[in-house]
């Protein structure tokens, strides 16, 4: 899966991102393995914001991919 979004707050263009995302087999379940590449501008994101917040989001998508 490939895909790029933009991040804005308000009128102002904060990050601008790339993704890829892959899906493989690995034991008895899937291995995911996650890129992003960003340009950041201005100061209001940042590489490590963007790694906290993608790493929240993930964590939540398998507990409920553990539930389902």
Known sequence: MVYTYTLDMGETRISVSATTVEFK???????????????????????ALRKHGT????GKLGVQLEIG
Do not use: A, N, S
């Open 25 to 47: 087999p690995e034991g008895g379940g899937t291995k995911m393995i996650f890129t992003e590449q960003g340009v950041f501008l201005d100061g209001h994101d940042t590489p």
């Open 55 to 58: 790493k929240e989001m993930l």
